[in-house]
């Protein structure tokens, strides 16, 4: 420990800390821009200057170490100057476009000029003209709006190992771009949105299909059939948008939101991933008992199958075949659901709020048609649901809590755990073991597969056969993993991968957060919610078992493959 003065008095604290870092644990605010918890610190927007004694000039919070008897001064008229004269050398690079923003609301330039009451001294001097990239079905850029912090070249390079964006030029010319500028579709990113998650203004942004959700929504056609279903992770992150503690599980809110929003019927994509958990499963002891490719991989996170389509195709048959949870939820929506209520498939709409934007890239895929017709028609995000029913004026907070439709929103705690990194793992495990040995788990969490390392493996005894199993989530760990195994360094039998870190909880589309914990208040919920389910394996779901005995006839059954799985591209 060393001692520091912060504004005159006296604390002690760890050595190794930053003065930003310090000065938070102390609760201390000192304004930041392009720092962010998730990433190294580059000192480069000087958002967080503070006068420390003995140096001539004021030096930034989040490059600077703490040392012993280190006078640090956070308030002083010479800081708040700085602050505002920066921010302010900022604004006249930047469009003062907010109330059209994508960001608008949620931009962190636009707080903190409201909070300094910067005035644009230096005018506003931008290319506005700049073409947005728009090339992506995932996410969009527009680089005029672009403040040069790094947050989207530092989280695609530190945290997925993609390395899509470098700057390019220098000083105030200088802009994240692609490798000879070229779109960001023809370029190997893989959808994931971390770059517009972090993104503090709105230069970088999720494709913004809420708009025409919105538009679908307020002019509905008679005869037609509008269908919601909500991700795992959505309903533990969507209070945010509303000021909601991080980690509020906020299931019957979201499900009443959507009704008010114009949707007839509201399903639980977390009923789909137990229907992956039965295709999956089953593919997996088919292996096992019958031989096939090992590893086998999930295939849910559609990240994940971008990357491997496009690094790494030797293990195109590796993949399950069985497609996402939103994939499957969509396509038995569009022939048993839509069937039991008499209606043809294309006229049902379907739209998916997924934490993800990759789930936006998922559904243009030719291969994901069933028998010719596109089975989920919009996903949006979970910032986007936020968006839309605040637009609407919809009381989120005070809404009472509202139960999913029947019989697609019945779902286990083995599906709640999908939103985690780990959960498509544990859920299959509890299938595959109880099912394989004809007995109940004598405990039913796999403590081995759960936390947030990036790499985490675990060998479970199922009927003597060892099986060895690996997680692996954030796709710079994922890289690593699948470098060391290619080397004959690791070997498994089953791997789960996950782009975004933390799983679906940490998805390119979910709520903004600066709080360094959100990933584990976030698990937490979904855990919470595995604990409080009567059903906790998905081969218990009763309306799994109704929809095989009605429809799908078992598990990797003919009808099962051509609705419930896909193959993969070069
Ligand atoms: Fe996910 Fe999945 S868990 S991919 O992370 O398998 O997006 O939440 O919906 O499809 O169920 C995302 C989350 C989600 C699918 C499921
Ligand atoms: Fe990188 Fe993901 Fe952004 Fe693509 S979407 S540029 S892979 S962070």
């Known amino acids: 420990m060393v001692t520091i003065y912060i504004n005159d008095k006296p604390y002690q604290v760890p050595e190794n800390k930053t003065v930003l870092e310090a000065a ?172 517009a998650n972090l993104c503090p203004v709105g230069a970088i942004y999720e494709a913004p299909d809420w708009k025409k959700v919105w538009k679908m929504l307020n002019s509905k056609e008679p005869g037609k059939v509008y269908v919601a279903q909500t991700a795992p992770s959505v309903r533990v992150a969507i209070g945010e948008e509303f000021g909601m503690e991080p980690g509020s599980i906020s299931t019957g809110k979201m499900v009443a939101a959507l009704r008010r929003l114009g949707f007839d019927y509201v399903f639980d994509t977390n009923f789909a991933a137990d229907l992956t958990i039965m295709e999956e499963g089953y593919e997996l002891i088919g292996r096992l008992q019958n031989g096939g490719k090992f590893p086998m991989f999930t295939s849910c996170c559609p990240g994940w199958v971008n990357e491997m389509e496009k690094e790494w195709p030797e293990l195109r048959e590796h993949l399950s075949t069985a497609k996402s949870p939103q994939q499957m939820m969509s396509s038995v929506v569009k022939t048993y659901f839509a069937q039991k209520i008499g209606v043809k498939p294309e006229d049902i709409v379907m739209v998916s709020i997924m934490p993800c934007t990759a789930k936006k890239d998922e559904i243009t895929r030719p291969q994901q048609l069933v028998d010719g017709i596109k089975v989920t028609d919009y996903v949006i995000t979970t910032r986007e649901l936020g968006k839309l029913i605040k637009l609407k004026g919809i009381p989120f907070v005070n809404l009472p809590e509202e139960q999913y439709d029947s019989p697609l929103g019945t779902s286990t705690g083995a599906a709640a755990l999908f939103g985690v990194t780990g959960g498509v793992m544990e859920a299959a495990l509890r299938t595959a073991y ?110 799994i078992i109704k929809l095989y005995e009605e429809f799908l006839e078992k598990p990797n059954s003919h009808i099962a493959h051509h609705l419930l799985h896909t193959h993969y591209t070069d």
């Open 24 to 195: 938070a644990d102390l609760g201390f605010k000192i304004p930041t821009l392009c720092h962010h918890p998730e990433l190294e610190p580059i000192g480069a927007c000087r958002i967080c200057v503070v006068e420390i004694e003995g140096a001539r000039t004021l030096q930034p919070a989040c490059t600077t170490k703490v040392a012993d008897g280190m006078k640090i001064k956070t308030n002083t008229e010479r800081v708040e100057s700085a602050v505002k004269f920066n921010l302010s050398l900022i604004m006249s690079n930047h469009p003062h476009e907010c109330m059209y923003c994508e960001a608008d609301g949620r931009c962190e330039l636009q707080k903190l000029v409201h909070m300094y009451d910067v005035q644009p001294i230096f005018g506003v001097n931008v290319n506005i003209e700049k073409e947005i990239d728009m090339s992506s079905p995932s996410v969009h850029r527009d680089l005029s709006k672009c403040i040069k912090c790094q947050r989207c070249v530092r989280v695609c390079s530190e945290i997925q190992g993609m390395n899509i964006y470098s700057m390019i030029e220098r000083g105030y010319e200088s802009l994240p771009e692609t490798e000879f500028g070229v779109p960001l579709y023809e370029t190997d990113c893989i959808s994931c949105g971390q770059c």
């Open 434 to 543: 109880e099912v394989l040995t004809g007995e109940k788990l004598p405990k039913l969490v796999f403590e081995s597969v759960r936390g947030l390392d990036g790499v985490r493996e675990a060998e479970i005894d199922i009927n003597g056969r060892k099986l060895k199993v690996a997680i692996a989530h954030g796709m710079a760990s994922v890289k690593k993993l699948l470098r060391e195994m290619k080397e004959g360094k690791r070997y498994y039998d089953f791997v789960e991968i996950m782009a975004c870190l933390g799983g679906c909880i940490g998805g390119g589309g979910q709520p903004k957060s600066l709080d360094p914990d959100i990933l584990k208040k976030r698990a937490q919920a979904i855990y919470t919610i595995d604990e409080l389910s009567v059903l906790r394996r998905s081969h218990e779901n009763p309306d």
